[in-house]
């Protein structure tokens, strides 16, 4: 099955000073794009793409490949350091990770995000690599009804996100699907909920959006902050100086250890949604962490905990290799990275497809074998970033809050080119900073305006090609029915579970109050 | 997490919060009803405001949910310490960045008037000197002392980061300084 | 080479420096060009402007300047490029998408009709593809099948561009009810969806169709266009809507200019624009992307352009 000339081949192209050098290029490149707000792996990969015509092709795959799996890393050093994702991807790592770093623990945070992006990256890899064409035939399974429950599922799935003042989550989940409205509707295109404004016309995009929730809205509630205590800044020298001394809490093979739970939703919710085709790393990231926050709520996720931050970064890079499955085994890619990794392969001579496999072997072992060597890549060079990061995160916010916030404004531009961009990613920093003051939870904004309207789409579509048959439509398959009993059950023991939550909750008021009752006796 | 600090005024609470919140909903409400489009049947049978109204009504329900919910007395301790004036400096602060954009990207959003002021400052699209004035001026006014280590890590970091974009490929408006490296591109 | 283009970019500095550049006849283009993207880097439209500017130096003696704006469909850029002089040194790599956008919109931000176009330099193929040994597999099937209304109807997935063209040449025939157009944001999902057998047909690009066609029948190209040599040994005797007698729905990939631009640039941009597709290294790049390029000049290109906006208007009510 394997065929070993071809392998041989491949390791005698890759393992050459030449590849490998391109390959940390890409990974230098990829994490410093992913660290700048706005700026993602697709912006990077488009703009290296011209650089490849004229390479060969084990160094073009190298360098795109390294670029992607850094820039998807390079997201959480920001979302820890600053509380500002650099990419949307690394949104839900700000959670826990940023709360981290105001501990002292930063260091502790952005290596325990590395080994998490880098364990679920690779394992996924191998995923990838053995059960390619099998996963293929799983996603195929996946139509409009099928979405529709599955979108429907993630979003019940979340509930766990909405905080604990129960209104204000659903607040926040209705908010993200107002704003989903937001554009063209998916049967017509007829623009719609525009506020007669040309340029909302195809909606609003994800990254202003999360770039003025979450890193405006961050530095204002500073700057708000700062106001009420007044303080200066003195010597700025002697902050420098400390930013090229290590140190720091670091991370012991034990706390990895103990996150293997939430690396492993990261990786089986990230390879699951990595192969399906418009989902993407944010939906993974959001989805993997909530599951985790979920499954063990004894661990307190959302407090500031390693095991937070693991299930993020594990359900973000976790996509990565299996974003290529559609594009491997059908020729049709997933995403707009899958599709500029297609291009870079086409204009190396190889046509993505079926055949991929018996017409150019060589260039898919190399692909292979790329896939899995960046991650070692990775693995180095984000450790470099990571300790100057840490660093850069302890500079006093006098310094710090107009940087971020001149880099919020150069990646919400930078990322379209588009100047209304701008304008929205300001508008969505004040409602960011009202969410923070009202405490409204973010994560369930984010994750309706994601899913919600894709959820609409699929059930549209449904209805569409079923001739407006409800039943037709939301029970036309085995697959479809399951996912549905799937929604139910998972209402009924959420809602059981937060019945019993307000009970324990209520007692332990009463008790507390009989407990009062009798000091006051007693005194 | 959130006190039920009393000395507090009601608007501050929860409750004071969402009644603001309430009346906003009604008013965004009442505009979609306006709306023609909301009304436009769509080839599926949906109305083309069908999933904007249901939005919006979610919105106002759990608006109401704590306005008469049990924590509606409580407040965050965010909104405790928010005054007025802090709003206003948010949105000051808001307006300040607009304002960087406009003049470092040259950006008029296609407004005549916008355009005819840009055409009487000078160096108007210039990343580098805005970046700078910008950087230099937030540190100074967060109260980064003294002013010249504020001009020195704005220049510093300015560069920086017009350094690493140029290098990634990321055009950046340049005029004066970018014809002086010969960087400038058009 | 790099030395090349770094002097060049050195020397251009300088110019703009020194003197506002002065026009002249016959010294046209005498700047760089500023080439709009309307979409993110990326996409395909942002592979073809990148290919093309690579060997803009050889031709234009001055480089093309690739800027993305992207945005609310393509809007943008188109609006971006409005905004621009009409000196003829900015071009719109256009696509079908900012048209159609635009005519959704109740109060578009420009008329996509006042446009000049400088040149064609692709005309997209839709491709309906179905499953093989199906009595719609062929396009006489197809119409038989869909002329006997005891047969269920079928449904036709894809985006709305590529859509555009089986629902024309089927409303030619009056079997437009017959079929449900089920619209998709991208390519991709549109082929997921047809592989797993949620719709019955799918109608994709040339390059996806060549792709699906070892396992897979190809019903009709909607253009009035051959397949390139390669596409046709892959997929056989394709009908196109010339060879059925009906009219064609060409989707254009077009250099657009202001419409305030003189008659005299916009016919220099586009015998430039034929020179550049035609050098070696774009026609290279070109054919690895698994695009094919032709060519119309500037009067070609515009009145195929006026032919093809009114099929478009003519069918887009189809989907509302």
Same mark, same amino acid.
């Given at each position: 099955m394997i065929n070993m000339d071809a392998l041989y081949d491949a390791i005698a192209l890759v393992f050459t000073w030449h590849t490998l050098m391109w390959i940390a290029i890409g990974v230098t490149i990829g994490v410093g794009v992913g660290a700048m707000p706005g700026l993602t792996a697709t912006t990077g990969i488009a703009l290296m793409l011209p650089l490849t015509f004229t390479m060969d092709q084990a160094a073009a795959l190298g360098l795109l490949i390294g670029l992607y799996k850094g820039a998807i890393y390079g997201g959480s050093i920001s979302a820890i350091s600053f509380a500002t994702p650099g990419t949307s991807e690394a949104a839900a790592t700000v959670f826990d990770g940023h709360k981290l770093m105001l501990r002292g623990k930063g260091k502790k945070a952005l290596l325990i995000a590395l080994y998490a992006s880098v364990t679920a990256d690779f394992l996924s890899d191998v995923i990838t690599i053995l059960i390619a064409p099998m996963l293929a035939l799983v996603a195929l399974k996946f139509g409009p009804s099928e979405r529709f429950w599955l979108m429907v599922l993630a979003v019940c799935l979340l @509930?766990?996100?909405? @905080? &604990?003042h129960f209104a204000k989550g659903m607040l926040s989940a209705a908010m993200g699907l107002f704003i989903g409205t937001?554009?063209?509707?998916?049967?017509? &295109?007829v623009p719609r909920n525009t506020f007669d404004l040309w340029w909302l016309g195809e909606g609003i995009h994800l990254i202003p959006l999360v770039v003025g929730i979450f890193a405006m809205g961050a530095m204002l509630e500073k700057i708000v902050e700062m106001s009420t205590v007044k303080q200066k800044v003195q010597r700025l020298g002697g902050t420098v100086k400390g930013l090229f001394s290590m140190g720091g809490e670091g991370l012991s093979f034990k706390e990895y250890l103990s996150c293997w739970k939430e690396i492993s939703i990261g990786l089986g919710v990230g390879t699951f949604v990595g192969m399906l085709p418009g989902l993407g790393s944010t939906v993974g990231a959001f989805l993997s962490y909530g599951i985790a926050k979920q499954a063990s709520p004894e661990k307190k996720i959302g407090t500031g905990k390693i095991e937070g931050v693991a299930a993020a970064e594990a359900g973000n890079n976790a996509t990565v290799g299996p974003t290529l499955v559609p594009l491997l085994a059908f020729g049709i890619p997933g995403s707009a990275v899958a599709a500029l990794i297609g291009a870079a392969l086409m204009l190396q001579g190889a046509t993505p497809g079926p055949r991929m496999f018996e017409l150019y072997p060589t260039i898919i072992y190399s692909l292979f074998l790329i896939l899995i060597l960046g991650n070692f890549f990775n693995l180095g060079i984000g450790r470099i970033f990571a300790f100057v990061y840490a660093k850069l995160g302890e500079l006093p916010p006098q310094v710090l809050v107009p940087i971020v916030m001149g880099m919020a404004v150069i990646g919400a531009y930078s990322y379209a080119n588009n100047e209304w961009d701008v304008l929205v990613m300001l508008v969505f920093g004040i409602v960011g900073l009202f969410m923070r003051t009202f405490r409204i939870p973010e994560a369930p904004l984010i994750i309706t305006f994601l899913l919600a309207p894709q959820a609409e789409e699929n059930l549209r579509r449904g209805l569409l090609i079923n001739e407006g048959d409800w039943v037709a439509t939301l029970m036309s398959s085995p697959l479809a029915i399951g996912l549905a009993i799937a929604v139910v059950a998972l209402t009924y023991i959420s809602t059981r579970m937060r019945i019993s939550e307000r009970m324990s909750e209520i007692a332990d008021d009463a008790e507390a109050a009989e407990a009062e009752a009798k000091a006051n006796k007693a005194s | 997490m959130a006190s039920s600090d009393r000395s507090v005024g009601w608007l501050r609470t929860n409750q004071g919060v969402a009644a603001c919140l309430v009346v906003a909903m009604l008013g965004l409400l009442g505009y979609l009803l306006s709306q023609d489009w909301v009304y436009q049947q769509q080839r599926d049978g949906f109305r083309l405001g069908f999933f904007t109204m249901v939005s919006a009504l979610v919105m106002l329900v759990c608006v109401g949910f704590t306005l008469i919910g049990k924590q509606k007395d409580q407040t965050t301790p965010e909104m405790a310490r928010m005054r007025g004036k802090d709003w206003l400096r948010g949105i000051a602060a808001l307006l300040i960045m607009l304002v960087y954009y406009v003049l470092a990207w040259d950006a008029h959003f296609s407004q005549d008037w916008v355009r005819a002021i840009l055409n009487v400052i000078p160096f108007t699209g210039d990343f580098l000197i805005w970046t700078v004035v910008f950087l230099t001026m937030g540190m100074a006014v967060l109260g980064v002392r003294p002013i010249t280590s504020a001009i020195t890590a704005g220049v510093i970091v300015s560069f920086v980061i017009f350094g690493l974009f140029l290098l990634i490929g990321i055009d950046l408006p340049q005029s004066v300084i970018g014809q002086l490296l010969g960087t400038s591109a058009v | 080479m790099k030395l090349m283009k770094l002097m060049a970019l050195a020397a251009m500095g300088a110019s703009l420096a020194l003197a506002a550049p002065a026009m002249a006849e016959g010294d046209y283009p005498n700047n760089t060009i500023k080439t709009i993207v309307p979409f993110g880097a990326g996409g395909g439209t942002d592979r073809w402007a990148r290919v093309m500017s690579s060997a803009a130096f050889d031709v234009f003696g001055h480089g093309m300047h690739v800027q993305n704006r992207g945005g609310a469909g393509g809007t943008i850029g188109w609006k971006y490029m409005m905004d621009q002089k009409a000196d003829g040194h900015s071009v719109l790599m256009a696509s079908p998408t900012p048209v159609m956008a635009a005519l959704m919109e109740k109060n578009p931000p420009y008329d996509p009709e006042n446009v000049r176009i400088a040149a064609y330099y692709s005309v997209m193929k839709p491709t309906l593809v179905a499953p093989k040994g199906k009595p719609y597999s062929t396009w006489a099937g197809l119409v038989a099948y869909l002329k006997d209304d005891s047969n269920k109807k079928l449904t036709i997935g894809g985006t709305m561009t590529q859509l555009l063209g089986p629902a024309s040449l089927l409303a030619q025939l009056g079997l437009e009810k017959r079929v449900i157009l089920v619209p998709y944001s991208g390519t991709g999902k549109a082929v997921n969806d047809y592989l797993g057998g949620h719709i019955s047909m799918v109608n994709v690009t040339t390059s996806t169709a060549v792709g699906l066609a070892d396992k897979n029948a190809i019903v009709?190209?909607? #253009? #009035?266009l051959e397949y390139n040599k390669k596409a046709k040994e892959a997929m056989g005797d394709v009908p196109n809507a010339v060879t059925l007698g009906l009219t064609p729905f060409d989707p254009p990939r077009f250099v657009a200019m202001h419409p305030d631009t003189p008659d005299e640039q916009v016919v220099a941009m586009g015998k430039k624009m034929g020179e550049l597709l035609n050098t070696k290294s774009v026609k290279r790049l070109i054919g690895k992307l698994g695009e094919d390029i032709i060519y119309k000049d500037s009067a070609e290109s515009e009145a195929a352009y006026k032919q093809v906006m009114a099929e478009a208007k003519k069918y887009l009510p189809l989907f509302q």
């Amino acid at each position: 099955m394997i065929n070993m000339d071809a392998l041989y081949d491949a390791i005698a192209l890759v393992f050459t000073w030449h590849t490998l050098m391109w390959i940390a290029i890409g990974v230098t490149i990829g994490v410093g794009v992913g660290a700048m707000p706005g700026l993602t792996a697709t912006t990077g990969i488009a703009l290296m793409l011209p650089l490849t015509f004229t390479m060969d092709q084990a160094a073009a795959l190298g360098l795109l490949i390294g670029l992607y799996k850094g820039a998807i890393y390079g997201g959480s050093i920001s979302a820890i350091s600053f509380a500002t994702p650099g990419t949307s991807e690394a949104a839900a790592t700000v959670f826990d990770g940023h709360k981290l770093m105001l501990r002292g623990k930063g260091k502790k945070a952005l290596l325990i995000a590395l080994y998490a992006s880098v364990t679920a990256d690779f394992l996924s890899d191998v995923i990838t690599i053995l059960i390619a064409p099998m996963l293929a035939l799983v996603a195929l399974k996946f139509g409009p009804s099928e979405r529709f429950w599955l979108m429907v599922l993630a979003v019940c799935l979340l @509930g766990a996100l909405s @905080g &604990s003042h129960f209104a204000k989550g659903m607040l926040s989940a209705a908010m993200g699907l107002f704003i989903g409205t937001i554009g063209a509707d998916p049967v017509s &295109s007829v623009p719609r909920n525009t506020f007669d404004l040309w340029w909302l016309g195809e909606g609003i995009h994800l990254i202003p959006l999360v770039v003025g929730i979450f890193a405006m809205g961050a530095m204002l509630e500073k700057i708000v902050e700062m106001s009420t205590v007044k303080q200066k800044v003195q010597r700025l020298g002697g902050t420098v100086k400390g930013l090229f001394s290590m140190g720091g809490e670091g991370l012991s093979f034990k706390e990895y250890l103990s996150c293997w739970k939430e690396i492993s939703i990261g990786l089986g919710v990230g390879t699951f949604v990595g192969m399906l085709p418009g989902l993407g790393s944010t939906v993974g990231a959001f989805l993997s962490y909530g599951i985790a926050k979920q499954a063990s709520p004894e661990k307190k996720i959302g407090t500031g905990k390693i095991e937070g931050v693991a299930a993020a970064e594990a359900g973000n890079n976790a996509t990565v290799g299996p974003t290529l499955v559609p594009l491997l085994a059908f020729g049709i890619p997933g995403s707009a990275v899958a599709a500029l990794i297609g291009a870079a392969l086409m204009l190396q001579g190889a046509t993505p497809g079926p055949r991929m496999f018996e017409l150019y072997p060589t260039i898919i072992y190399s692909l292979f074998l790329i896939l899995i060597l960046g991650n070692f890549f990775n693995l180095g060079i984000g450790r470099i970033f990571a300790f100057v990061y840490a660093k850069l995160g302890e500079l006093p916010p006098q310094v710090l809050v107009p940087i971020v916030m001149g880099m919020a404004v150069i990646g919400a531009y930078s990322y379209a080119n588009n100047e209304w961009d701008v304008l929205v990613m300001l508008v969505f920093g004040i409602v960011g900073l009202f969410m923070r003051t009202f405490r409204i939870p973010e994560a369930p904004l984010i994750i309706t305006f994601l899913l919600a309207p894709q959820a609409e789409e699929n059930l549209r579509r449904g209805l569409l090609i079923n001739e407006g048959d409800w039943v037709a439509t939301l029970m036309s398959s085995p697959l479809a029915i399951g996912l549905a009993i799937a929604v139910v059950a998972l209402t009924y023991i959420s809602t059981r579970m937060r019945i019993s939550e307000r009970m324990s909750e209520i007692a332990d008021d009463a008790e507390a109050a009989e407990a009062e009752a009798k000091a006051n006796k007693a005194s | 997490m959130a006190s039920s600090d009393r000395s507090v005024g009601w608007l501050r609470t929860n409750q004071g919060v969402a009644a603001c919140l309430v009346v906003a909903m009604l008013g965004l409400l009442g505009y979609l009803l306006s709306q023609d489009w909301v009304y436009q049947q769509q080839r599926d049978g949906f109305r083309l405001g069908f999933f904007t109204m249901v939005s919006a009504l979610v919105m106002l329900v759990c608006v109401g949910f704590t306005l008469i919910g049990k924590q509606k007395d409580q407040t965050t301790p965010e909104m405790a310490r928010m005054r007025g004036k802090d709003w206003l400096r948010g949105i000051a602060a808001l307006l300040i960045m607009l304002v960087y954009y406009v003049l470092a990207w040259d950006a008029h959003f296609s407004q005549d008037w916008v355009r005819a002021i840009l055409n009487v400052i000078p160096f108007t699209g210039d990343f580098l000197i805005w970046t700078v004035v910008f950087l230099t001026m937030g540190m100074a006014v967060l109260g980064v002392r003294p002013i010249t280590s504020a001009i020195t890590a704005g220049v510093i970091v300015s560069f920086v980061i017009f350094g690493l974009f140029l290098l990634i490929g990321i055009d950046l408006p340049q005029s004066v300084i970018g014809q002086l490296l010969g960087t400038s591109a058009v | 080479m790099k030395l090349m283009k770094l002097m060049a970019l050195a020397a251009m500095g300088a110019s703009l420096a020194l003197a506002a550049p002065a026009m002249a006849e016959g010294d046209y283009p005498n700047n760089t060009i500023k080439t709009i993207v309307p979409f993110g880097a990326g996409g395909g439209t942002d592979r073809w402007a990148r290919v093309m500017s690579s060997a803009a130096f050889d031709v234009f003696g001055h480089g093309m300047h690739v800027q993305n704006r992207g945005g609310a469909g393509g809007t943008i850029g188109w609006k971006y490029m409005m905004d621009q002089k009409a000196d003829g040194h900015s071009v719109l790599m256009a696509s079908p998408t900012p048209v159609m956008a635009a005519l959704m919109e109740k109060n578009p931000p420009y008329d996509p009709e006042n446009v000049r176009i400088a040149a064609y330099y692709s005309v997209m193929k839709p491709t309906l593809v179905a499953p093989k040994g199906k009595p719609y597999s062929t396009w006489a099937g197809l119409v038989a099948y869909l002329k006997d209304d005891s047969n269920k109807k079928l449904t036709i997935g894809g985006t709305m561009t590529q859509l555009l063209g089986p629902a024309s040449l089927l409303a030619q025939l009056g079997l437009e009810k017959r079929v449900i157009l089920v619209p998709y944001s991208g390519t991709g999902k549109a082929v997921n969806d047809y592989l797993g057998g949620h719709i019955s047909m799918v109608n994709v690009t040339t390059s996806t169709a060549v792709g699906l066609a070892d396992k897979n029948a190809i019903v009709v190209n909607a #253009s #009035s266009l051959e397949y390139n040599k390669k596409a046709k040994e892959a997929m056989g005797d394709v009908p196109n809507a010339v060879t059925l007698g009906l009219t064609p729905f060409d989707p254009p990939r077009f250099v657009a200019m202001h419409p305030d631009t003189p008659d005299e640039q916009v016919v220099a941009m586009g015998k430039k624009m034929g020179e550049l597709l035609n050098t070696k290294s774009v026609k290279r790049l070109i054919g690895k992307l698994g695009e094919d390029i032709i060519y119309k000049d500037s009067a070609e290109s515009e009145a195929a352009y006026k032919q093809v906006m009114a099929e478009a208007k003519k069918y887009l009510p189809l989907f509302q």
